[in-house]
Nanobody
Framework: QVQLVESGGGLVQPGGSLRPSCAAS????????MGWYRQSPGKQRELVAD?????????GDSVKGRFTISRDNTKNTVYLYLQMHSLKPEDTDDYYC?????????WGQGAQVTVSS
């Protein structure tokens, strides 16, 4: 199993930037894909961006050109980042990281991002 802990959410003004991060520990050697998803109450969780173990990336249409996903593998921890630029009020959501591994799919507890003036 993989344990995921997000951090770096917060309140930012429209047009601003934020860089949430996610630390993965545990059975990290079996991880292949990782990603960021977001969800508002009453709505389905939607893909923001994902990245394979080889570094290939995929983005949701609403964030293309504004967000960048990256991944840093260390000995005991895998770090997943989401660099967010040109933030809009509609980007306000709870953001979750996930890890697809041989042991299954695991999720973090979520980080709240609020874009408001």
């Amino acid at each position: 199993q993989v344990q995921l802990v997000e951090s770096g959410g917060g309140l930012v003004q429209p047009g601003g930037s934020l860089r949430p991060s996610c630390a993965a520990s545990g059975n990290i050697f079996s991880i292949y894909n990782m990603g960021w998803y977001r969800q508002s109450p009453g709505k389905q969780r939607e893909l923001v961006a994902d990245i394979t173990s080889g570094g290939s990336t995929n983005y949701g249409d609403s964030v293309k050109g504004r967000f960048t996903i990256s991944r840093d593998n260390t000995k005991n921890t895998v770090y997943l980042y989401l660099q967010m630029h040109s933030l809009k009020p509609e980007d306000t959501d709870d953001y979750y990281c996930d890890a697809d591994a041989l042991s299954g799919r695991d999720w973090g507890q979520g980080a709240q991002v609020t874009v408001s003036s």
